[in-house]
């Protein structure tokens, strides 16, 4: 995971050129923002991601491109083993990239007020709802502030965003780095192996990150030339000669046949 100020990045100060060049595809959608904190953000949180997937892949930034699935999560062209998750709030910036399986993450102000009437209707279960209520008053808006952030970072790894309803899952509201997914009643959801925390950042913002393990084993080389077996690489390149010589003889027969 990586952060940011945003007012620290300012890619746009290396000029229109080299932005251009950054940002890639996403210029078209930087150019049709028309209001200038907003396009601001949107240059900085993507070419900041570009940043940490180069040097992941090490490759340079401008060869990363970066796609959106249906719901808006983005994701590395090219690089499906690898994925991206982004965040934004009062000029933070937070990237997690991942290639042991999904990722998500989110940011927060600390001072957000989240609890108060409602929360049993729109964000927490009824276990987490008591569970907060048992806590001391003081520690309350902090420990729903780490349940948004998480469920916000949990949906996000899913490919889901607010569509998962957050009253349907939950966390120990109390735990900074809750071991499982919870049902409404409490009890541990199977939902595979996956890591939860939440952070910190000074005093200023509540960050959360969820991990999948997807089994395959911790990634330790990560560098683009490298992603393929050399076998496999091997293979296909042999595979795609055989049928060149295959079209060139089928040519060659057609050619003698006066075809």
Not at 198 to 204: D, F, V
């Amino acid at each position: 995971m990586l952060f940011a100020r945003q007012d620290a990045w300012r890619p746009e100060r290396a000029g229109l050129p080299r932005l251009r060049a950054l940002l890639g595809r996403d210029w078209e959608r930087y150019l049709e923002l028309t209001h200038p904190q907003v396009r601001g953000r949107f240059a900085a949180s993507r070419v900041l991601l570009k940043f940490a997937a180069a040097a992941a892949l090490r490759v340079p930034p401008e060869s990363v491109e970066i796609g959106y699935g249906l719901t808006g999560r983005p994701f590395l062209r090219g690089y499906d083993g690898v994925r991206v998750s982004l965040s934004h709030t009062d000029g933070l910036l937070l990237v997690g990239l991942a290639a042991d399986g999904a990722i998500g993450v989110d940011a927060e102000p600390a001072e957000r007020v989240l609890y108060g009437p409602g929360l049993g209707r729109h964000l927490c279960t009824p276990y987490e709802l008591e569970r907060v209520e048992a806590l001391p008053l003081a520690e309350r808006n902090p420990a729903v502030l780490r349940l948004w952030t998480l469920k916000e970072a949990y949906s996000k790894a899913l490919g889901l965003g607010l569509r998962f309803r957050f009253t349907d899952f939950g966390f120990a509201p109390d735990q900074a780095a809750p071991r499982t997914v919870l049902r409404p009643d409490g009890t541990p959801a199977p939902v595979g192996r996956w890591a939860f925390r939440t952070w910190s950042l000074g005093s200023r913002y509540t960050v959360a990150v969820a991990a999948e393990d997807a089994g395959f084993g911790r990634a330790r080389d990560t560098a683009a030339g490298t992603a393929l077996d050399p076998g496999i690489v091997d293979a296909v390149v042999t595979a795609a000669g055989e049928q060149e010589r295959e079209r060139a003889d089928e040519r060659e027969t057609a050619a003698a046949d006066g075809w």
